[in-house]
């Protein structure tokens, strides 16, 4: 009774702040709205709030949900809490794909753009699965480590591509994630994250096993190739839109789901909720932070992201290594 009271208490706090960050989001901008202006909003007034303000805090809201779970069952999956789609080459990944889809269709779409990124996303999550399957020194550290340097070769090949077809400045947008751009029209394929977060919670137990190794998961019956598919898929359909949408952000799959872990445990299906919450509660504090540290400019969330991020990373090495 007292840990169901507790989990209670939990989640009515995390839900309270997303709440709260999401009104603190909706008023924060250069065009001044107030709370009490609610109900008698002029029509510059009303029209900022519904082209800008919803989607761009639903946007925060989605993407740190889903690219927290996203982490989280990459961790599951290699069975390392270092790996996450900044350590895997993910990102680079989708990079590549939205490069060479502006290479072979000049016009393309952002579904276009969407499906070359998850294709790419997908065979580099593979190989990198791969990869991970054949080390025999599986070290906490050295894992992640391979998959950076696997990310570097993926962003070089990027960039020589990029700077050949004078695609070097567009390539360079994608690397730094920034809301400011997500508008009523223009974001929408960021919803693709609601069947991930779905298929996350159902096979919540499968990952688990799945991540236990191919033997243990053969000798319990589960269909093992067929999950980590599955699981991969997910993660890349995850990263694709977010790359498409809002540009790369650094770190967040990486450390959301460690936090979480320390904080309530490894058991994929009751930390899942906490994991979503508080993804999407971290990426909205960095984004507010971002648009009142300098304002009426703003600093990109990917770069924020990044600092916080990155200082947490380096205190998680220290403390995993204690």
């Known amino acids: 009774m007292k840990e169901n009271r507790k989990q209670q208490i939990t989640y009515i706090i995390l839900v309270s702040s997303i709440l709260l960050l999401s009104l603190i989001s909706l008023f924060t901008g250069v065009k001044e709205i107030a709370f009490s202006d609610i109900l008698d909003m002029s029509d510059d007034q009303l029209l900022v709030f519904s082209i800008s303000r919803f989607p761009r805090t639903a946007a925060l809201i989605l993407t740190g949900a889903g690219l927290s779970i996203a982490g989280f069952i990459m961790q599951q999956l290699t069975q390392n809490k270092f790996v996450s789609p900044t350590t895997a080459g993910s990102l680079e990944a989708a990079k590549l794909g939205i490069l060479f889809s502006l290479l072979l269709i000049p016009t393309a779409s952002t579904t276009n753009k969407m499906f070359f990124a998850l294709l790419f996303t997908f065979a580099a999550s593979l190989l990198f699965m ?55 029209g223009q974001y929408e394929t960021i919803y693709f994250i609601l069947p991930v977060v779905i298929i996350s919670y159902l096979y919540a137990d499968q990952f688990t096993i799945a991540g236990m190794g ?14 980590v598919n599955l699981g991969l898929f997910a993660v890349s359909l995850t990263v694709s839109v977010t790359i498409v949408t809002v540009g790369a952000i650094p770190f967040l799959g990486l450390i959301v789901p460690n936090i979480v872990s320390l904080t309530f445990g490894d058991n994929l299906r009751k930390t899942l909720p906490y994991t979503a919450l508080i993804g999407a509660i971290f990426l909205l504090i960095c984004d507010i932070l971002g648009r009142i540290i300098i304002f009426p400019f703003e600093i990109p969330i990917g770069l924020m992201v990044g600092i916080i991020g990155g200082i947490l990373f380096f205190l998680l090495i220290l403390k995993r290594n204690k």
């Not at 080390?135 to 090949?157: A, H, K, Q």
């Not at 990029?162 to 508008?183: C, E, H, P, R, T």
């Not at 243990?216 to 067929?226: E, H, Q, V």
């Open 130 to 184: 791969l990869m991970v399957r054949r080390i025999r020194f599986r070290s906490t550290v050295f894992v992640p480590l391979i998959g950076i340097m696997f990310g570097g070769i993926l962003n070089s090949v990027a960039t020589f591509f990029a700077y050949k077809n004078n695609f070097l400045q567009n390539i360079q947008g994608w690397l730094m994630g920034d809301f400011s751009s997500v508008l009523q």
């Open 214 to 227: 191919e033997s243990f998961a053969k000798n319990l019956g589960l269909s093992y190739l067929a999950i």
